[in-house]
């Protein structure tokens, strides 16, 4: 099939940046959406023009590096799916396809469509961990029981790819999700309760500081989520996070 | 050829590891404060490695590619991670491990490192528990473990099908704990481009920041290699687009040895190519083979009709099929070790049996399991005379609640139910159990430099059995590394601050910096990744799943060729100081295209088969593979300016607790 | 708990409390509203009692006042502050392919009931206050001297067509806002053991309901007088 693309263009996160229009031919419905890229690159780069910058890796969905805006949507018009795994099929001969960059004031604009999302990283560095030196001496991994369904959900929580779908498809470029899955996967885990009220607090500070926005419960991130996190993560942060200022 | 020592202490196998630990030598952790180590890759091994550094109070660098370290590519392993526990009292122990884990290995790995690896396995998970990392758990609240390839127990432990994910995020929060206390600086969307030497000693790094080209001088007291293995010498693989040998070919050029390149696994069930765009294979779980059987049509008008989209796969009688697996491996069927699997299927297609339109397909059938379960099921239902729609019914339900998510992801990619029509697998390239060759301490051949991970060779021989990659990365990096480092970082107590403005930094620098500068000037005709395909072509043909001595000759020659071409034609546009994909990309392809030379010559060398390593001229009558006592030791390739002339050394191979077997399949 | 209301969190909880205060408030508005509907003399003397007892006046009345000023004001604070968490827009956002019209425009149906409510307190908050506190007259009595007033100046507001339609058309925007409103101001609190399709549900029929009573009350009169 043949599309016309476009696609936004910013050289470096100073630049003004604008939309660029280009034509691709001959894309095959089982391409992956990152391979028509590939294919658009690879002819630029044999017209002497600068390829087109993407963030990707794994290829496969899992590690979150991958993260354009497609058509309006995060990752494109499927569901479940990053944008790696995102089919040409889904596409039609002669259409016209937007691709934009990841967009919020904490995820700036490196280059193209690469953006920074260190601001994830630095909500993490504020707590998301439990305090466990290495050293072979913990207790046994089956001296605490934990109920399935706790270890379950908690895992349904921690499914997290950290790809800031969540953020790109808030109107308010909410980080909520993505701050309320790893804080509930922590509240879940008996592990995770000793430091529940500081882990909640000073994640959802530092989340405030990076210059995310509020929540107002769309439930976009939900639905555009590759994972499918729950809102109801959400919900819990919520709820641990006025449990933890009322428990001081 | 000289003969390498491997440090291995003396002693009992079982009492080694812990009365080596009981006489090296410590840093108190006041000079801890004062010593400094980087660490090159974030990813299982790197990551655990540089958090527990980190908290025994190193001040550590970090190096990854990557944005985050949380995106290393440990984080796609699906299956689990074993660990010689026994919570299922199904007889399970540390030599048990040890000894799968060297068998499965076709007698090519360290005794005295696997058995330490196998110790320290159970450790792990405690240290995992800890952590958070929501492994699955059984009604009563306890761990719950499955079975996987090769062994007779259930020792692996999971996280749905992401335990790779979910161990990383483990590992990168512990790293996330020492980087708010200050005691890591990582530097992410950073890649090493050069080791620096001070005295014969690693003591820094030349790295590149990806987004402002900006070369950097970092220095320490130590360097860890933690990058992974190097699949994508075959262009297409399972790893990930960033996954490269860079950091383990750059410190293997400043001395530090090569160890077993031509090891390579082929995993059997992938999603096999579409098209020359293709970019990466997807892995299917090496669980479908449970409940899958694997064949191609019989006659090749079949074939052909298929191809040409006359006939479908269910439209042929079972007459009509050739379940080659079954017919030739009758004991164990469509179960046998994933090198065999491999190689079956490869000589199907290579007949001219492959069933899409790239000739390179099996099929791998859901129909007999379905059938069979829905009979179960009818029978436990007590369903009379059930509907064959029925049974289809009962029996899907099955196989979904086993397989739901790979058949979903495998819908998503080919776009074809196969719940209704048999999935189509080919091999791809999925781990590299050779790397650069270490000792005991896990230290290379250059003093200071450390290997740690899938970048290293020691643990898997020739191939490696499922679900141990995890276990490895996690043993070398929180549990091996950070004893054995401080045996030679105690005598750097006094050293101080290494310096970075010192003619060997210099030097370093430079090196990187014409490179760069070259590739950019160059202003030739071709992009990297045709010169990166070409290479892979010819890995795949000539040093894929077997190998003969013919093909590694004209292999040799082709990639020499093809170097040089590279080194002529490459066009790589852009400028050196921004953030430039491509640039990163030739670089990586340039070692690539060095590496493989050795490659081919390693496999040319090993004139026997083992694991992962097949030689046509070495087999048995029926096919199988042929290990020669001779070739029992471990090829270490030393650095002489071209592959070509790289220098053999042997680390002879001693199995003092284990019996070394033929492994047959029959 | 110092900073907790500063925080994007806290700041959603003080949304949801004065939320619920303002559903409650508008529950107990319709129900005493629709009295009129079925008996003028019931709805005087619920009126009467409403606009007389010191409670309702001197304690509810100031935390509604409160109420609707900090909802509105927050609302505003949060709308600016998540307006500025992304500085380029979209050239191309499917917004309909993941959320509801009404949750991604809560500020402009947010507007109109503020419009509504500006034009609501001058037909019947100021004239109250004016009677009661101005000019003294507690009685609730009709100038005559005959009965209550109540009732005779709830109809009396209706009669002109154009306001009567600035009152549906507010109570359309009204039932936009709740559609979304109601079932997300349980999730900001946390409360999500009867979320999603009960609580969704429920929150969808309060906000038809609700408003729709207001507009045949409204309606009603206008045709019956």
Redesign the interface.
Known sequence: MNLTLKIWRQSDANDKGKMVDYKVTEISEHMSFLEMMDVLNEQLINKGEEPVAFDHDCREGICGMCSMFINGEAHGPDRGVTTCQLHMRMFKDGDTITIEPFRAKAFPVIKDLVVDRSSFDRIQQAGGYISVNTSGNTQDANGTLISKHAADEAMDAATCIGCGACVASCKNASAMLFVGAKVSQYALLPQGQIEAVDRVKNMVAQMDLEGFGNCTNTGACEIECPKGISLENIARMNREYLSANVKG | MSVLDSKVPKGPLKTKWTDYKNHIDLVNPANKRNIDVIVVGTGLAGGSAAATLAELGYNVKTFCYQDSPRRAHSIAAQGGINAAKNYQGDGDSIYRLFYDTVKGGDYRSREANVYRLAEVSGNIIDQCVAQGVPFARDYGGLLDNRSFGGVLVSRTFYAKGQTGQQLLLGAYSAMNRQIARGKITPFNRHEMLDVVKVNGKARGIIARNLVTGEIERHSAHAVVIASGGYGNVYFLSTNAMGSNVTASWKIHKKGAFFANPCYTQIHPTCIPRSGDYQSKLTLMSESLRNDGRIWVPKNMEDVMAIREGKKKPTDLSEDERDYYLERRYPAFGNLVPRDVASRAAKERCDAGYGVNATGEAVYLDFASSIQRYGIEQAKIHNIENASKEKIYELGAAIVKAKYGNLFQMYEKIVDQDPYKTPMMIYPAVHYTMGGVWVDYNLMTTIPGCYAIGEANFSDHGANRLGASALMQGLADGYFVLPYTIGDYLSHDIRTGKIPTDTPEFDAAEKEVTDRIEFFINNKGEHSVDYYHKKLGKIMWDKCGMSRNAEGLKTAIDEISALRKDFWKNVNVPGTTTEYNEQLAKAGRVADFLELGELFAKDALVREESAGGHFREEHQTKDGEAKRLKEFQFVSAWEYKGEPKDAVLHKEELVYENIEVKERSYK | ?SG?FK???????AMALSAFFLMFFLLQHFAINILSVFSPNAFNEASHFMGTFWAVQYLLQPVLIFGVIYHFVMGFI?EI??R????????????S????WM??N?IYSGLAILAFLVLHFIDFWLPEINTKYIQGDMSGLLGDGEGFRYYEELTHKFVNPIRVAAYVLAFVFLSLHLM?GF??AF??????SM?KKKLQTFGKVYGIIIPLGFIFIALFHHFNH
């Open positions: 708990m907790f925080s994007s969190i806290g700041r959603k909880y949060l502050k998540n500025n968490a992304r500085a380029v827009n979209y050239a191309k956002n499917n917004g392919a993941n959320s509801s949750s991604r809560m979304h079932s997300s999730q900001s609190a946390g409360v999500t979320r």
